[in-house]
């Protein structure tokens, strides 16, 4: 995963429920002014945004773009203050990296260009029916959904011995339930037994976990938000037990799993930098603009882990980079 090296002098903390200014004397008579509000501070979420901040400057001139950063701390209230800010400042664009990021935008305006990215299904997201993959109005963005089909087809090639599989999962996340729902249908139709754990919330992973693994061969984690900023939780319990966990995404793959199916967020991030250029530069529009999907997927697996449990790997997968 790339690191956001690149941002770090960009990003304003938010704490508590303030978004502090992020004013930037140089850019000040910038041609454009970006709002992103990111949902947390994570790996993926920070590759994304790092793609995003790239492609603008590639395509926009850094010069031309003064792209104010503002992490929410997990918290929903948090993303709500951000985006009022940004619509009190008359942003020319606003990038929502997350589901919760991209509720309060909506939320937020009517009128300014909102772009999501790290979004898995938007028409769960946002409450849409008979979801056609353009939203329309102001809101486009990418999805860093990864074929399910896909990941129960590398749960059947690496475990094809096991039987039953729990899906660990926030129920607070309406995209993590989206993508349970999904897998659990790949799955059966595959022979294997699945068994949902949703927990509310950090302090519920522990006991809901602990209560999943007396019963099961495998743990599957979506790319879920809550899940990504506890793996530290999930690989204290699942690894002392010789219970792999399959993730759904690179980064929670890197902190507790054996092997995924992923996407790369900073490319996700860079095609939602390149739409916000031909939404501000180009005049394109953004009610024509279908979601994007991330451009092509990678197995990869945690060398760590894996040896520990003694699970072997085919050659075509890739070692995570830690």
């Known amino acids: 995963m790339k690191k956001i090296l690149a941002c770090i002098l960009l990003v ?31 790996p993926a979420l920070d590759a994304a945004t790092e793609g995003f901040v790239a492609a603008l400057e590639e395509k926009l001139g850094q010069e031309n773009v003064n792209v104010q950063i503002s992490l929410a701390q997990g918290e929903s209230n948090n993303c709500t203050t951000i985006i009022n800010n940004f619509v009190s400042s008359e942003v020319d664009l606003i990038m929502a990296n997350a589901t919760a990021a991209l509720q309060a935008a909506v939320s937020g305006t009517n009128t300014i260009p909102i772009l999501g990215t790290s979004i898995t299904e938007y028409g769960t997201a946002l409450g849409i029916e008979d979801f056609d993959g353009t939203i329309g109005g102001n809101v486009s963005g990418t999805s860093d959904l990864a074929p399910l089909d896909g990941q129960a087809q590398m749960i059947q090639e690496i475990f094809p011995e096991a039987k039953k599989v729990a899906l ?4 607070s996340e309406p995209n993590s339930q989206y993508q349970i729902d999904v897998i659990t249908d790949e799955l059966t139709a595959l022979g294997y037994e699945c068994t949902p754990y949703s927990f509310s919330d950090s302090n519920d992973i522990a006991p809901v976990l602990t209560a999943a693994i007396e019963d099961t061969d495998l743990v599957y984690v979506p790319t879920d938000n809550t899940a990504a900023n506890n793996t530290g939780i999930i690989d204290n319990i699942c690894r002392p037990a010789k219970i ?69 790997v085919p050659n075509d997968y890739i070692a995570i980079e830690k």
């Open 244 to 312: 792999p966990v399959i993730a759904g995404e690179e980064g929670i793959c890197s902190g507790c799993g054996t092997v995924t199916l992923s996407i790369d967020y900073y490319d996700i991030g860079y095609q939602t930098g390149v739409m916000a250029a031909q939404i501000l530069a180009e005049g394109a529009d953004i009610s024509t603009m279908p979601i994007a999907y991330a451009p092509e997927v990678t197995k990869k697996y945690n060398a760590e882990i894996c040896e520990e449990l003694g699970i072997s």
């Open 12 to 42: 304003v903390m938010v704490l508590g429920l303030v978004a502090c200014g992020g004013d930037n004397a140089e850019n000040d008579s910038a041609a454009y002014n970006v709002g992103v509000c990111q949902l947390t501070e994570h």
């Open 168 to 171: 660990l999962y926030c129920s």
